[in-house]
């Protein structure tokens, strides 16, 4: 058995005409979180979809768990937890029904499964919450009731598809905390979201994908180091176009438009700054760069639909 938990080696996938997925590799060692960073249709979800066993590869390798996907998928899942996008919790049952019911599917017995839900529902902060019906939990509460669910199995690996969408920063901040928990017990997780913040707080490593080949992959700040300027300098407001053509562009080693915002990417910025002296009609940010500067320039600033 490999000692990766999730291993693909050069894994395609097409419909029809469009090939959206395009020579994928990658592997994931045990106890790290890895995230996938793509815009939208660039070859993510497919991606799961493939290494869930719920869609077939035109070519290429999975193992998952140690069980090549598809053809052991069945078992392979059995050592997985998924988080899906959008809770698909049962609202005719409890709390502690809900988490029952799921733990079926993985052959586990009642009394199995209810001698775990005190312990699963204390990690997701719902201890006062086991006979509620969901309708009555808040957004927060059955995301994390969704995290709960996906540990019933006291599975291996735990796939999460944007688990944070939607949630307000208390929610968010007790979910990644709860994440970084599990890596520290040996979990490993698959992560796909688009806030760059999450990526970067919670990853271990990363790939950002584009047009359903992988541009990138490391540890976020390998990453940034290697593909961005250390430092940035946004300049907003009606002038900072004009500011930018008179003095953003020569003094940056890259430099950006966007609107009325300018971005200026620079490994010393202390020209820019004197050059911002007195031009009290704009308003400026100095940075550091982060994730969501290495993003937009590898995948480009147009909307995806």
Request: hydrophobic share 40%; charged share 25%; net charge neutral.
């Amino acid at each position: 058995m490999s000692a990766a938990l999730l291993e693909i080696r050069d894994l395609r996938k097409s419909f029809g005409a469009q090939e959206v997925v395009r020579g994928i590799s990658l592997t994931l060692a045990r106890g790290e979180c890895y995230g996938l960073l793509g815009p939208n249709g660039a070859g993510k979800t497919t991606t799961l979809r493939l290494c869930l066993g719920l869609t077939d590869p035109d070519s290429g390798s999975i193992e998952l768990a140690g069980l090549p996907v598809p053809r052991a998928a069945r078992e392979a899942r059995l050592r997985l937890g998924v988080v899906p996008q959008i809770d698909n919790l049962d609202p005719d049952f409890t709390v502690t029904e809900n988490l029952v019911v799921y733990g079926r599917y993985f052959g586990l017995r009642d009394a199995a499964i209810r001698a775990r839900v005190p312990e699963l529902l204390e990690f997701a902060g719902l201890s006062g919450k086991a006979d509620a019906p969901i309708q009555s939990l808040s957004g927060g509460m059955k995301r994390r009731l969704s995290l709960a669910r996906a540990l019933v199995n006291d599975p291996d690996i735990v796939f999460l598809d944007e688990p944070t969408t939607g949630l307000d920063p208390q929610a968010r901040h007790l979910i990644w905390e709860r994440l970084k928990q599990l890596t520290l017990q040996g979990k490993t997780l698959l992560l796909t979201t688009h806030f760059m913040d999450e990526a970067e707080r919670l990853c271990h490593r990363l790939a950002v994908i584009d047009q359903g080949r992988i541009v990138a992959e490391g540890s976020p700040r390998e990453l940034i180091q290697a593909h961005i300027e250390p430092d940035v300098v946004e300049v907003f407001g009606d002038g900072a176009p004009a500011w930018g053509e008179a003095h953003g562009r020569r003094l940056s080693e890259r430099f950006e438009k966007v609107g009325e915002t300018v971005f200026c990417y620079t490994r010393d910025a202390r020209p820019l700054l004197a050059a911002l002296e007195g031009c009290h009609h704009l308003r400026s940010l100095h940075r550091p760069a982060n994730l969501e500067d290495l993003f937009l320039k590898l995948t480009g600033r147009d909307l995806r639909d």
